[in-house]
């Protein structure tokens, strides 16, 4: 097999500053990125959702945006009328004025979900770190062990401005609770985890968590950032993801009581915005407690216009396309069962992780991927513990049925030439 690649099509990195060589981290992502062709690469060009890497094209599969709004007519559409009226970016802080489409947004959101009130912030980062340590004070921030990284840098921080830190066992509500029990009595308690999973594409028991936090006197703080877009209310046999895509709460039918909801719209909203669902009063005082909301620059407009017209498309046409979705998830979940193949996911979410059987494999698995014109996320160590080195397969609805099936006939060759891992014979 003759390769393509010819090298990282981003520049090589400065020297390593003495500090950047001790950390270790430099050396790690320049070995990585100087390896393979999905890390820190430059993407020349898209036509759907393919996408042109130097000269060669590929089926994007890391992509995050599950509903095909970045490509949607009608959300491309709304830009330019927007932008007439307020210009690309008002630059105020929302302390010092919010452009009306924040209201619109906040509004429309408060309803989809029907949480008692939404604050809109530039992205979710910016809220687990500025949020987390308000939230956490000077009390015990619990936090799940398979959370999403920006939680922990929220959770790190509320740890430097005086707060507890303690690691629960992931998917393990008993130890939520054996956890719950060691802490001083008196001392305020927030628990955070992911909603649908990054790495794994599950959802966590939101049910048996909420009640545990809610006997436990402990605020749940939920970041459904993969779920909402694409999973919501009443699923059924036929809806298996839900309706309205109106996230992990909805679906569970789980009341916002004692409950934060963090979400953004970057993802299934392909638009840079984030939110939070939680009780007025709190969202009052992170006005003037949280810095983003006081220092933060906003959302472009652009973002802002891209997630009211992603609200009408949602309502039109929003279930239709999460059965399309679903379908296309399915048909290659369905592949990856017939290979007899390892996957993280039960779900049936769109997040696809494929563990590897040789963690050292990922070179050239990687090179292997982007040769047959695939493109998916790398799960390379040390960015995961190497048992879980892999890479992960991200569905959306605007990958057309002759990708899936690219990308099916590439996952027959990869299990005919790499050692993956397997499926556990049933009942094993
Ligand atoms: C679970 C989760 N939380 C948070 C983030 C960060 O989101 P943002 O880009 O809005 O900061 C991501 C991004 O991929 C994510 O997957």
Known sequence: MTSTWAGPSSPA????????????????LERLRASHPMMDAVIDEVKGRRIRVGDQWLCDFASCNYLGFDLHPEVMASVEGAIAKWGTHPSWSRLLGSPRPYVEIEDQLTDLLGAPDTL????????????????AGQGAVLVDAQAHKTIYEGAAIARGAGATLYRVRANDPSHLEEVLRSVPAGMSRIFCFDGVNSMTGNAPDLPEYARICR??????????????GVIGESPSGEMPYGHRGNSIVRYFDESYDNVVLVAGFSKSYSSLAAFMALPTSLKNYLRVAAPPYLYSDPSPIASLATVLAGFKVNDAEGDQIRTSLRLKTKKVLDQIKKLGLRTLNTSGFPVIELPLGRADDIDAVGRFLFERGIYVTLAAYPLVPRSQVGFRVQMTAANDDSEVQQLNEVLSELAERFEMQRAQPPGS
């Not at 809109?120 to 939230?135: F, R």
């Open 13 to 28: 990195l400065e020297k390593p500053s003495e500090r950047a060589r001790v950390d270790g981290r430099w050396a790690d």
């Open 120 to 135: 809109v912030l530039p992205t979710i980062t910016l809220i687990h770190t500025s949020v987390i340590p308000v939230l």
């Open 215 to 228: 006997d436990y006197d402990t605020l749940l703080y939920v970041d459904d950032a993969h779920g909402f």
